[in-house]
């Protein structure tokens, strides 16, 4: 067999190779397969074995992974990429104990971010998208969502959207492009937040004809959009053909999650403070949690996700970055994964499946990405560590070693000198 990509020499090859969304228990099963090898052609994985079957195989891109841990490329469901401008001020405020949606409310936060990115040109906010998605991309993750959001008007909320569109072209990573107009009340809406939703929602037709979004969002959040206003704004996006996913109950309780499965959302995203009901549903239908830990970390609160809990009753569970300037300021997943181990309490084998496969399936790519497999794209990180269990464990470093997107080597850890 002729293969462009052969990875020999694997201690643990973890495919996630199995039927997703992986619900509640499940989520402990970990397709893993020792001494491994496996081969590949044209972008797609062709072969997976034993390390010693590998005489068979003709290549001259042979990669020896040394005895290390190899996963799928890392997917991550959840981030506010295209965006002008950094909030590093506001953490002082954080620390005087100044409230996420204070400093909002009092015109920072997401609506400081909102001011930088109507100014910004189109060229400036594509070169630092691609910056930041060159930094996931050296960190494992080969596939992302990304949102707009900093617009809160058509111009800009287009602009962000062709940036996406733009940064597909240019990148390797793949990417899921989300509209969230609804991501807060612009002032020159203050007191009339219906009108406003109602300007978001006029664009619906424009978004799907330029095929510039796959899914619509919406902050429901106190001080931004209630139920009420999140329910009709969602199913209106819905009439429209498009998949919808909701911050949900990120910081007060409004039952955003019990609203993510009444209508059916992909995702559930946040959900840090979902009651009772709200978990008892979610675990009940296919809406997938996308928790988001690092969020909780760096606003500084306590009350994390009832992520345990969601999986112990059923649910599927995905984790993110949540990457954006305000609530979450980092694009490294491994990082999130540590995070989700020391305050969800959730297993290795829980949070892999909440890297690859679920995380995939939030992001409605569960047909493409997540897993290793014969006939599937080779989208495949190669780690310096010697088994799952140590990425989670060895916090906040990179352990990526090789990443491999479409087969093709797209970044290779360098050493120092
Ligand atoms: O810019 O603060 N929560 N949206 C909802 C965010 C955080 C992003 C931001
Ligand atoms: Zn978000």
């Given at each position: 067999m002729k293969a462009d990509l052969l990875i020999t020499?694997?201690?643990?090859?973890?495919?996630?190779?199995?039927?997703?969304?992986v619900k509640g228990k499940a989520m402990k099963d970990l397709p893993l397969i020792e001494n491994a090898a496996l081969a590949g052609k044209d972008g797609i994985v062709e072969w997976i074995g034993?390390?010693?079957?590998?005489?068979k195989i003709q290549t001259e891109h042979e990669i020896d992974a040394k005895g290390n841990l190899v996963t799928p490329g890392l997917v991550e469901p959840?981030?506010?990429l295209v965006f002008w401008g950094s909030r590093e001020q506001e953490m002082v405020l954080k620390q005087q104990g100044v409230p996420y949606l204070e400093i909002l409310k009092q015109g920072g936060g997401i609506l400081s971010t909102v001011q930088e990115t109507r100014k910004a040109s189109f060229e400036e906010l594509l070169d630092k998208a691609l910056f930041h998605l060159d930094r996931m991309a050296m960190h494992g993750i080969t596939t992302i969502e990304a949102k707009s959001g900093y617009g809160l008007e058509r111009e800009t909320e287009l602009k962000q959207l062709c940036v996406i569109k733009e940064a597909k072209e240019k990148h390797p990573l793949d990417i899921v492009s989300t509209f969230l107009g609804a991501h807060a009340i612009p002032p020159e809406y203050k007191d009339n937040p219906d009108d406003f939703l109602a300007e978001m929602s006029d664009m619906f037709s424009e978004i799907k004809e330029r095929r510039l979004a796959d899914f619509v969002d919406i902050f429901t959040e106190t001080g931004v959009f209630t139920i009420d206003q999140s329910r009709r704004y969602l199913q209106k996006a819905k009439e429209y053909g498009f998949d919808v996913k909701i911050h949900a109950d990120?910081?007060?309780?409004?039952?955003g999650t019990e609203l993510a499965v009444e209508v059916g959302a992909v995702s559930g995203d946040h959900?840090?403070?979902?009651s009772e009901t709200g978990i008892r549903k979610l675990a009940n239908s296919n809406t997938i949690g996308v928790i988001l830990p690092g969020t909780t970390f760096y606003l500084g609160?306590?009350?994390?996700?009832?992520a345990r809990k969601m999986i112990d009753e059923g649910a599927a569970i995905a984790i993110s970055t949540?990457?954006?300037?305000?609530s979450s300021v980092t694009e490294n997943l491994q990082l999130i994964m540590s995070i989700a181990a020391l305050k969800?309490?959730?297993?290795p084998e829980e949070i892999w499946h909440a890297v690859t496969i679920n995380a995939a399936h939030a992001i409605g790519r569960g047909h493409l990405d997540g897993m290793i497999a014969v006939?599937?794209?080779?989208?495949i990180v190669i780690w310096d560590?010697?088994?799952?269990?140590y990425i989670p464990y060895h916090y906040g470093v990179n352990h990526a070693n090789t990443v491999i997107k479409n087969g093709k080597v797209i970044y290779r850890r360098q050493g120092v000198g």
């Open positions: 020499n694997i201690g643990q090859l973890l495919t996630m190779e199995k039927d997703g969304p034993q390390k010693e079957e590998t005489s959840h981030t506010h990120e910081i007060d309780p409004l039952g959900l840090a403070v979902a609160k306590d009350r994390y996700a009832p949540d990457f954006n300037p305000g969800l309490k959730l297993s006939n599937r794209k080779a989208d560590a010697p088994n799952y269990q």
